[in-house]
Every structure is written in structure tokens, then in C-alpha cells.
């Protein structure tokens, strides 16, 4: 067994007002009965951090706004396993791994259905309040830092053969898996849109196409993004500023429309889009939001008998069956990570990830050499 020094104090960025980060000294946290501490050896940087570092939301806090709460975001990690709490003989001091954002509290209905990511518990973890959830950077301290604890059931293996940048896309992947669950999982023979390639949309087409839909169909508005969706298995792809996407769909698979759609663009239009992209009976689910309320076109999901679902996060061990794929090489998520900054540089991979500077899709923050 490795065995590895455990510091008292970690840096640690924690956020102020609204999009204020300061690099602080933190205690080094330690594991409880069922957790481990890990080593954070690099961590993406997820449109849903800019999102928190804004404007808080949907991070919670102590009940509230993660805003002056001595608060640590950032959630896309994964790193080596330095320390074993009492009663954990599930992994060993020296594993890598990748981690699951969300550790529902495990005695709510939500949860004891495998869907921790609704627990309904979420955010109650603090004071009298606290029932064990935990979703990193969300409701408890994430992963802008050196070490984190996490419960054994977070926990992904993480073969020799992947990279850490690549490791911490594992989750990202997790979430299209889960998006693909949420559908029906019976994706084989059949036709798939993803919209928006982001990189929860770029990982959809690839798991898709793993899991063998025909045709994948990708859309966005930047050629560069559909040209990185073709190596990820796209059959297609749209560019909507340059034709109407429901017309193009039904082109390439004839009218009555698609099987599925996994919405990851958030885009105001997104929802009607998508409805009508679909075929009748068809399933929709929805993995981004959009930054204000907007009207749907209900009598035509109710008319065609459409399905819509949301998604939050990665339920139902998703991100193990993700990792399992990734392992065996079926797509190289590698083609996601575009760049790669020092823990110290924090505030400039958010900056690249914001203003998508130089073509950035996944920043890598990397704390190990
Ligand atoms: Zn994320
Ligand atoms: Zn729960």
C-alpha cells in the first residue's frame, strides 16, 4: 500500500460577492465512515461554475446563496485516493479515480430509486438540517482546491490508459448516459438529434453512437464544434445559423422525424425546436437550461403525444457505464479538452471557458504534474 503525506492546510479558492474568487488557506478535510480523501489532480472547468460564480445559483448554501460563505466551487474532478475513512475496504490508498458530483443522503424516495441527483434531501447538510447529501460545489465544498472527501459510492475507477485532463470529462459523459437512460436506453437502430455541442451535447453523439443510434444527428451554430461531433461519431450535422434545422432533420430521416432528442443547448427556442423535431410518440430530454422562462408550443406536444423529460446531473450510476466506455476506447474524449492552466491560474481558465477564448470547450485546471 502507497502511503502519501497529508498536509494540515490546502489552497483553496473560495468565492466572495459575485465573481469574486480568492485563493485562501483551508484545513485539509477528513474523511468520515464510507468516505475517502482525495488528492484533486485536475478538475474542468463546467458552464454551470460560471453560471454559481455569478449568480450563485443553483449552488445552496446553508439554505442559501453561496455567496461570503467561505464556499469552494468546481465539481469535474478526479485524483488519487490518499486516505481510507474507518470501514472502507471498497478501494485502496493510491486508486484513481474520477468522482460523481452528487451523494444523495441515501434515505429519501428519490434516492432509494437510484435518482440521487433529485434527492430530496438536496442542500440539507448542514446543522440540525443535515441528512448526509452532499453535491460538490453545488451544496458543499467542490474542487477549485488540493483535496476533497467524498463517499465511496461517488467513486468511478480510472484506468491507466486515460489521462487526468480526459478523466475529468468522465462525468460530463455521465451526464449524456444518464440523458440516454432518461429516454428509454433503447438507442440502438434508432435515430438521435443532439442540439447543442457543448460538451454535454459532443459527449451525447459519442455515447450515442456507442450505444449504437442510427443516424446521429448533431446541430449547433459553430462549424468547429460540428466538425469535432463528426469524430465523435455524427452522422450529420446542422449548422442552424445556416439552415432551418427541423426542415434539415427531416431531410436526412425523412418527415415523421426523429426517435430522440437530447436538448443541450439551452437555446430559447430550443423546446419548440426540438418537439417538432421529434416524431409523434416521441421522447425529448432536456439537459440545459435556458436563462429565462420561455413559452412551449404544449398543443403540439400534447396533440403527438410527445414525451418530455429533464435531467439534472448524473443519476442512476451513469457515470460508471460512461467510464466503461470511455475504458474500452469507443470514443476519444480527448478532442473535448482544448486547454490546460495551473490550479493558481483559476481566473484565467474561467475567463477561456467564458468568453470561449481561442476555441476553448473543456478547461482543464491541473494540480499534479
Ligand atoms: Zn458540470
Ligand atoms: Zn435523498
Redesign the pocket.
Known sequence: MSSFDIPETMQAWVLGNADELTLVEKPVPRPGSAEVLVRIDAVAICATDLEIISEGTPALIEGGLPFNKNFTPGHEYMGTIIELGPTVDEYAVGDRIAVEIHA?????????MGM?T?????GANYGEYD???RANGYTTDGAFTQYAVNHINTLVRVPDSISDEVATLIVTAGTAMYGLDVLGGLVAGQSLVVTGAGPIGLLGVAVGKALGANPVILTDIVDERLAIGQKLGADHTINAAQEPVIEAVHRIIGDRGANFVLECSGATNAVNEAIKIVSRGGRVCLSAFAHEPVSVDTKHIVANNIYLYGIRGEGRSAVRRAAALMAQDRFDASLIHTHTFPLSELPTGLRYAREKIDGAIKVVIKNQE
Open positions: 444523495g443522503c441515501g434515505r429519501c424516495e428519490r434516492c432509494r440521487y433529485s434527492c430530496l434531501n438536496y441528512k448526509g447529501h
